[in-house]
């Protein structure tokens, strides 16, 4: 039983526009949460993150997006830029626990 | 800045040989991971450690075992490697659970 999920192997989008990813998770224990971003030849580098106790949360052009309820969140990337490109990974974890990754979505933003 | 080094970047070896990956941490964390990353596989967790001497299965631990003898080194070993254990192989360390996790370049590891 997959305990996170990437619904969506791949994103396009345009430069300057909004990248939305998206991520679903069905352990309401989790209770922190980050997105990690990975090149090719390189190791996951971290991007951001929430704790439960927060519905939203900022770095520059990153937002990550909770819902509790609906056991979801989402990162927004506004505007994209061409080295956004990536392979992006959400994880989560319970009681500062072990991390469980989904299965990445791999974002082309295009000139 | 935190700095996780793994010994090799590329491996190669034979099925039934042991193999050792090695990682190092130079930034005294607690705790150390080993996960392995195939296409559409995401990053499985095979093995975790939250002190020197100590350590826990992850998701998918069977054929390996791991070492932490030191508080920065942390190894995983391939007892008797067999062709589906060709993966990448990503460590990564940790000051505490609420603090992200910092990864090493990885090992692109086959075994034939």
């Known amino acids: 039983d997959q305990q996170v999920k990437q619904n969506s192997p791949s994103l396009s989008v345009q430069e300057g526009r909004i990248s939305i990813l998206n991520c679903d998770y069905t352990?309401?224990?989790?209770?922190?949460f980050l997105w990690y971003k990975k090149y090719p030849a390189e190791g996951p580098t971290f991007l951001i993150s929430?704790?439960?106790?927060?519905d939203k949360n900022e770095d520059g052009r990153f937002t990550v997006f909770l819902n509790k309820s609906a056991k979801h969140l989402s990162l927004h990337i506004v505007p994209s830029q061409p080295g956004d490109s990536a392979v992006y990974f959400c994880?989560?974890?319970?009681?500062?626990?072990?991390?469980?990754f989904g299965d990445g979505t791999t974002l082309t933003v295009k000139p | 800045d935190v700095k996780v080094t793994q010994s090799s970047r590329y491996l190669v070896k034979r099925t039934g040989e042991k193999v050792f990956l090695e990682c190092v941490q130079d930034m005294d964390h607690e705790n150390m991971f080993w996960y392995r990353q195939d296409p559409g596989l995401g990053l499985r967790l095979i093995y975790f450690?939250?002190?020197?001497?100590?350590?826990e299965k992850g998701d998918i631990p069977e054929g390996y075992s791991v070492s932490r003898e030191k508080k920065e080194r942390f190894s995983l070993i391939l007892e008797s490697a067999s062709t589906n254990q060709t993966s990448m192989y990503l460590c990564?360390?940790?000051?505490?659970?609420?603090?992200?996790?910092?990864f090493g370049d990885g090992t692109r590891l086959s075994i034939l």
């Open positions: 450690s939250y002190d020197v001497k100590m350590k």
């Open positions: 352990n309401s224990m989790f209770d922190y």
């Open positions: 994880a989560a974890s319970a009681n500062a626990g072990k991390s469980t």
């Open positions: 929430i704790s439960s106790i927060k």
């Open positions: 990564a360390s940790s000051l505490t659970g609420y603090q992200p996790q910092h």
